[in-house]
């Protein structure tokens, strides 16, 4: 089963690390011909408990290879930002001994393979955002197709409506050719995955817990389907299960395998909200279907139309929008920034992108911000960090996140790499 058709790993170019000559084998490691030692490596970091995939990136950063951190030794771990003596201790000794044996049998008893960040297998568009997670666990697989990928997000506690307009769009996407990506959870996800499968369409279910125990479990079958005929995928080891601060993590996978993301229904605190956020720090499109302005269940759609997100009936609406948006965009810094096509209309009281062609004027003051605002666009007249804003700008940190994910909406400021904001 860990020979699964298709996937290899094979070293793309100028995003894996480097692989250091391995004189002193650890003894830890069972023999598995199909996995090489890279991948051994990276699933024993995987496997440290508190070793996220933060601190894994700045490990493997530090020491170039996933065998060279595993040898390191808490030395030279109290060197790596916010590892303490206590910690480096703990992971020095772990990384040493951990065992992949249990997970390399349950590997192959579900059919999962690992892909490390950087070799063949791994989407492009994942590996192109902000801190894209240095391990995942694919059962099923991506495939070029895939590169022209739309996530369908929404509340679990769903409306009739909700899940019936979840249902046409990804039919409507899925009849296109669109892979249609969502979290597998319960309400709009599961609907949306369904209707994908049932249009004869891919689909890709991003999960917060390991693949050896699928949740919800009522989703069990659903998720086989999937894999069948796209994938499940997680950055989370096998065993272990999906706790409440695992899911916003889950969400920026979501929305990173995707071009777009939509949002179906959500109340003006549901996670979905997490995925559009993460969109936009991705330089990904977000739309969201409008609801009954009274009620709570579309509260949060309501709230990301009236802040500029795109507004959509059909899966129509999105493919025209499609149209003018390039595959695996970038994040704007990262492609010189936003773009625009001709077709995009502006939402009324939103500043488009560009004004004209030629060079960038100087943004002007917007009209009609809210005090707190309106100290966030002054502050920003130079670069600054999030956290500096909240410090000058005076806020709780809850009022700063909402402020700047609206402003984001407006598209008056960008957040860009390393949690720096500016203007548009």
Not at 203 to 221: Q, V
Request: charged share 20%.
């Amino acid at each position: 089963m860990l020979g699964m058709p298709g996937i290899g790993y094979t070293k793309v170019a100028g995003l894996s690390q480097t692989r250091d000559p391995r004189p002193d084998r650890l003894e830890t490691r069972p023999p598995m011909p199909d996995l090489p030692d890279h991948v051994n490596d990276h699933l024993a970091l995987a496997l440290v408990p508190g070793l996220g995939p933060k601190l894994t990136a700045a490990l493997l950063a530090a020491f170039g290879s996933p065998a060279a951190a595993r040898r390191a030794t808490a030395a030279q771990l109290r060197d790596i930002p916010h590892i303490g003596d206590r910690t480096a201790e703990s992971f020095a000794a772990t990384l040493r001994t951990v065992d992949i044996g249990p997970e390399l049998r349950l590997l192959e008893q579900h059919g999962v393979r690992p892909i490390p960040l950087g070799f063949a297998g791994y989407p492009p568009p994942l590996a192109g955002v902000v801190s894209p997670p240095p391990l995942l666990y694919f059962r099923g697989g991506w495939t070029d197709a895939d590169a022209t990928a739309v996530a369908i997000v929404g509340s679990r506690a769903c409306t009739a409506y909700g899940k019936r307009l979840a249902e046409q769009l990804a039919r409507g996407l899925a009849r296109a050719g669109v892979t249609v990506v969502s979290g597998l959870a319960r309400g709009i996800d599961g609907a949306a995955h369904r209707a994908a499968l049932d249009a004869g369409g891919r689909t890709i279910a991003a999960l917060a817990g390991g693949l050896s125990e699928i949740y919800p479990p009522e989703h069990a079958d659903l998720a086989t389907e999937v894999a069948g005929r796209g994938a499940l995928v997680t950055e989370t080891p096998m065993t272990v299960p999906p706790q409440p601060g695992m899911f916003p993590a889950r969400n920026r996978i979501i929305s990173g395998l995707s071009r777009a993301v939509i949002v179906v229904e959500a109340n003006a605190r549901s996670g979905a909200l997490i995925t559009a956020r993460h969109a936009l720090e991705q330089g990904r499109e977000v739309f969201a279907v409008p609801g009954n302005v009274d009620s709570p269940a579309s509260a949060g759609c309501l709230e990301l139309i009236r802040n500029g997100a795109r507004l959509v009936r059909s899966a129509d609406d999105v493919l025209d929008d499609l149209k003018g948006i390039a595959a695996s965009e970038p994040p704007p810094k990262a492609r010189g920034g936003p773009q625009v096509p001709a077709s995009r209309p502006s939402l009324p009281g939103i500043e488009p992108d560009l004004r004209a062609a030629g060079a960038p004027s100087a943004p002007e003051p917007p009209q009609n911000l809210d005090p707190t605002q309106q100290k966030i666009w002054d502050l920003l007249a130079s670069r600054r960090l999030g956290d500096e804003l909240a410090r000058e700008a005076g806020v709780a940190v809850g009022e700063l996140s909402r402020t700047l994910m609206q402003m984001e909406l407006k598209r008056l400021i960008r957040r860009l790499p390393g949690n720096f904001y500016e203007r548009r």
